[in-house]
DNA sequence: TCATTTGAGTGAACGCCGTTAACTATCGCA
DNA sequence: TGCGATAGTTAACGGCGTTCACTCAAATGA
């Protein structure tokens, strides 16, 4: 591990400028703004010089994707190292810093939680690779479910149920994540689709025909999850 | 109501072919494939003839979105009307059916329940028009949910924390729809965000790094929530 | 019937865009 | 000191949305 040349490091600065470019085009014009042409203009270069450090826009954008997951991750990561010991104190925190950073980077949340661009269908064709964004992303709230269910498990429909709808279609949650309680297995994607579309049905403005302020619902709806996994008692089923 | 003269014959078939030639590319090559040049090509056209029938390509994009509206609600109220007089039932036939147009249809899926581009923000910000197309799509889901109330109240969380949370921001909701009984209301929003979850993460390739065919994971949802809104005894909380 | 107005479509042009090719200058190293 | 790798340039190609001036046929009205 030897230091990096002065090369290297003017290199990889201008990789993280050319990033940065982008970025500030997908929020200010949307997924369309970003050009090549406008980033080496804000840079003062010219557009070729970028595919120096890219093969193509395409390959740019996949980038700046990845570098999203992993800004999002750590920042779960962070809500869940915050919340305490309690596995259900952590999965709410981590669902409520999931839609935060959303709905504050709502350009960056449909980049990577959209529809796929047929080009950028490589980018989430590997799944199954370990680690695949999502599924490093998606072990962020696995493993507290995990966690939650050997201490004190939650109800779930009948465990033969399961196995037979779902028990042939989990071989690639199997492969990046190991054999895990199917019953977990169930809970978590069930809660998982739930927290996604409460979260895109806002950022996407899907909701905007029906209610203000979706935060009320989304609060709602967390209370709700926190009910069935048993962590609150609470009659009314409110979160903590 | 006269009859139409031949040129206004003439303008509506083109406009028809223009948008015809708009969902093709759109099917085959995702949203940037849509192009003036592209469609005017097809048609054996110019491009700038194209501005005789919409002011711009947003424009034209739009005009395709509401059409899409119409033809997705017209295949709900299809599967409803297929699925006899229970209320539970028709509900159940429109998830299914709404599903099918999206795993059928995903490039026109992401279109109308994706990341709303910047320019076809006006096409979404008139929210409070109750001819909002979302407000129309709500609305087939939201009557029978009213029947199935009224029949036999289905078990909600308190209505005071209802109220108390989600009270004041369903004005939206209210201004298109009327009054609606609240606990009503509170359903129709988990369970509409729900549906939307389950088939936005599959459609988007949300959950290919944990499971292959998501209807399984649909099916075991639709029947949980069937089992919430009481329409079915089974202990096992299949649907029928 | 004939002149006129309207509407549909064309072709050229402007400024964007991604991408490629040929070229230049500079940096780092032997 | 010289040389190869590296980072940048300019020019060009084809495609894009959009505008403008123009043509030509169809509808209209006296």
Redesign the interface.
């Known amino acids: 591990m030897t230091a990096p040349t002065r090369r290297e490091r003017l290199r990889t600065a201008t990789l993280a400028e050319i990033k940065a470019g982008a970025r500030r085009l997908l929020v200010t014009?949307?997924i369309?703004a970003v050009s090549l042409r406008a980033i080496a203009r804000d840079m003062g270069m010219t557009a070729p010089a970028i595919y120096r450090y890219f093969p193509s826009l395409e390959a740019l954008v996949a980038a700046l994707a990845a570098d999203l997951f992993d800004e999002l991750r750590l920042g779960l990561e962070a809500a869940r190292d915050a919340a305490g010991g309690e596995p259900v104190d952590q999965l709410l925190a981590m669902c409520r810093a999931f839609r935060a950073w959303s709905v504050a980077h709502?350009?960056e949340?449909?980049l990577i939680?959209?529809?796929?661009?047929?080009g950028l269908a490589t980018f989430?064709?590997d799944?199954v690779d370990p680690d695949?964004p999502?599924?490093r992303l998606?072990a962020v709230f696995l493993a507290p479910m995990i966690d939650l269910w050997h201490r004190s498990p939650f109800p779930t429909?009948?465990v033969e149920?399961?196995r037979e709808?779902?028990g042939d279609?989990?071989?690639?949650?199997r492969l990046?994540h190991g054999d895990i309680p199917i019953e977990v297995t169930?809970t978590f994607?069930?809660g998982?689709?739930?927290?996604?579309?409460?979260i895109?049905?806002e950022?996407?403005?899907?909701?905007?025909?029906?209610?203000?302020?979706p935060e009320?619902?989304f609060?709602?709806?967390l209370?709700?999850l926190a009910g069935q996994l048993g962590g609150v008692d609470r009659?009314?089923?409110?979160a903590r």
Do not use: K, M
């Not at 939680?113 to 047929?118: E, H, L, V």
């Not at 279609?169 to 949650?173: D, G, I, N």
């Open positions: 014009g949307g369309d709502p350009a949340f449909g939680f959209g529809a796929p661009t047929p989430v064709d799944c695949h999502g599924a998606g429909p009948p149920l399961i709808r779902l279609r989990l071989e690639p949650l990046s169930y994607l069930a998982w689709t739930r927290l996604y579309g409460l895109a049905a950022v996407f403005q899907q909701l905007t025909w029906a209610v203000t302020e009320a619902l609060e709602l709806e209370g709700a009659p009314d089923g409110t």
